[in-house]
């Protein structure tokens, strides 16, 4: 759902709350730079409202608003606000979100979203759209990071070899140098193609045929980028997981996981820790096993060459699910690797 306010253009991406439905909401998360958490003042912090806090602070979403909603059921009285704040607050700290702003609104009534709301005159801040205007920063412009530029396919058209690829960050621009990871090897850019036309470049978002000097070896999954960051195929990686499927991991776990267009088998190396969701808390450094239901941190090493990314630095190459057999069973980023 788009919308405007005096400062932003924003989508709204409606995450449901219901345990049911997590997959969505990880799904929704890992798209978005900023979160609204909507909690009903009148029934509280409930499990599921400290979880989604977990999944936002677990996917690397680090600006957040909090919005107390439902003050018409409590008859806007302040002393509930301000029980309701100081409850929130102790979960927020604990994640590391002390500065979030909290907003109470009637979404049901429009008070204190839009506009300042006459029912609450003790509230001294200002609505929610404007607190969204105050604390939401743009994040840089993908351009402005190093190139990644991800092959989803590859196919042959009237004898060239064309890959397929997208590109998350950086520009791609003919002529130029890239080298491929995880193959380490470099490649000149031919042509750059675009429903059948040539282009001089493409920027973030922009999916384009390429013609490489040299096409041997391309994968779906390989990333190019810039030979002077001098990068390294991924040895080992350390990733917070979230498991939702009917799956159990366990160290010596072969696995097989999705990062992007990249399909590859990982071996489970340790299970450095378990989390509990609802209290927010380590709960075991000293375990055999995730299961379903269970998140916790685990270091995986790749059985293929691949090349992957903190979330932190490339989010689009720093996500990545469990295949399980039904699909997927699990959802995890990447917090830290180690590359050759």
Same mark, same amino acid.
């Given at each position: ?8 253009y ?6 449901p =709350?219901h345990? /049911?439905?997590?997959?969505k $909401?990880l799904?929704g998360?890992?798209q978005?730079d900023a979160a609204?958490?909507?909690v009903?003042?009148k029934? =509280?912090?409930?499990d ?9 602070r ?5 600006q957040l608003?909090v919005?107390?909603?439902k003050?018409d059921a409590?008859?806007?009285d302040e +002393?509930?606000?301000?029980?309701f ?6 979960v927020?700290s604990?994640?590391?979100y002390?500065?979030?702003? %909290?907003v109470p609104v009637?979404? @049901? *009534?429009?008070?204190?979203v839009?506009?300042r709301?006459e029912?609450?005159?003790?509230y001294g ?7 969204l205007d105050?604390?939401v920063?743009?994040p ?7 190139l990644r530029?991800?092959v989803?396919d590859?196919?042959e058209v009237?004898g *060239?070899s064309i890959a ?6 950086g520009?791609?621009? $003919?002529?130029?140098r890239?080298?491929v990871l995880?193959i380490r090897?470099e ?5 750059i193609?675009v @429903? ?5 470049e493409a920027?973030?978002g922009d999916?384009?045929g390429i013609v490489?000097?040299?096409?041997? =070896? ?7 980028a810039?030979?002077?960051e001098?990068l390294?195929?991924t040895? +080992?990686f350390t990733?917070?997981?979230i498991? @939702?499927?009917d ?6 776990d ?5 990062l992007g267009?990249?399909?590859v ?8 820790e378990k %989390?509990d969701?609802?209290s927010?808390t ?5 375990l +055999?096993?995730?299961m379903n239901? /269970?998140v916790? *941190?685990v270091?995986?090493?790749?059985n ?6 903190r979330y ?5 190459? =720093?996500? @990545?699910i469990?295949?399980g057999g ?5 959802a995890g980023?990447?917090?830290?690797k180690?590359d050759f």
């Amino acid at each position: 759902t788009p919308f405007k306010s005096e400062r932003y253009y924003y989508t709204i991406i409606d995450c449901p =709350g219901h345990r /049911e439905f997590i997959q969505k $909401m990880l799904t929704g998360a890992s798209q978005a730079d900023a979160a609204i958490l909507v909690v009903s003042v009148k029934e =509280g912090i409930e499990d599921q409202t400290r979880q989604h806090l977990f999944l936002v602070r677990t996917l690397g979403i680090k600006q957040l608003v909090v919005a107390a909603n439902k003050m018409d059921a409590v008859n806007y009285d302040e +002393d509930a606000f301000k029980s309701f704040s100081q409850k929130v607050r102790d979960v927020l700290s604990s994640l590391g979100y002390q500065d979030a702003p %909290i907003v109470p609104v009637s979404a @049901f *009534k429009g008070d204190n979203v839009v506009h300042r709301s006459e029912n609450m005159p003790w509230y001294g801040g200002k609505p929610l759209l404007r607190v969204l205007d105050e604390t939401v920063i743009p994040p840089k412009p993908l351009s402005e990071k190093p190139l990644r530029c991800v092959v989803q396919d590859l196919y042959e058209v009237e004898g *060239k070899s064309i890959a397929a690829c997208r590109v998350e960050t950086g520009t791609l621009r $003919m002529g130029e140098r890239v080298v491929v990871l995880p193959i380490r090897e470099e490649r000149t850019v031919k042509s750059i193609e675009v @429903f059948g036309s040539e282009a001089e470049e493409a920027v973030p978002g922009d999916s384009v045929g390429i013609v490489l000097d040299e096409p041997a =070896g391309l994968r779906r999954g390989y990333v190019l980028a810039e030979p002077s960051e001098g990068l390294a195929p991924t040895k +080992d990686f350390t990733a917070e997981l979230i498991i @939702f499927g009917d799956v159990t991991l366990r160290g010596g776990d072969q696995v097989s996981i999705r990062l992007g267009t990249a399909t590859v088998n990982c071996t489970v190396q340790r299970i450095l820790e378990k %989390i509990d969701p609802v209290s927010l808390t380590v709960v075991d450094r000293n375990l +055999d096993c995730l299961m379903n239901g /269970e998140v916790g *941190k685990v270091t995986f090493s790749p059985n293929d060459p691949i090349y992957v990314e903190r979330y932190s630095d490339f989010p689009q190459l =720093g996500r @990545f699910i469990v295949i399980g057999g039904r699909g997927a069973a699990a959802a995890g980023i990447i917090l830290e690797k180690n590359d050759f």
